[in-house]
């Protein structure tokens, strides 16, 4: 997950593990990102789009 989001530079990375564990827990994506003080459509769509790859790219020199 970036650090900041890339639109408008607002500090997001922390709130990956706990939007994640939320939805997994099923709690609906919207209020999950209400709850975390997310409003921003850009940082919204940060969180969401987001695909964890790096377990997928790491076993490659």
Known sequence: MPVR????GKVIGHFYAVYKQKVAMG???QRALDQLGIERYCC???I?????LIDDV???P
Do not use: I, N
């Not at 989001?5 to 408008?8: D, I, L, N, T, Y």
């Open 5 to 8: 989001c890339f639109s408008c």
């Open 27 to 29: 709690e609906d994506p």
């Open 44 to 46: 919204r769509r940060m």
């Open 48 to 52: 969401m789009t987001h695909v964890d």
């Open 58 to 60: 790491l076993p490659y």
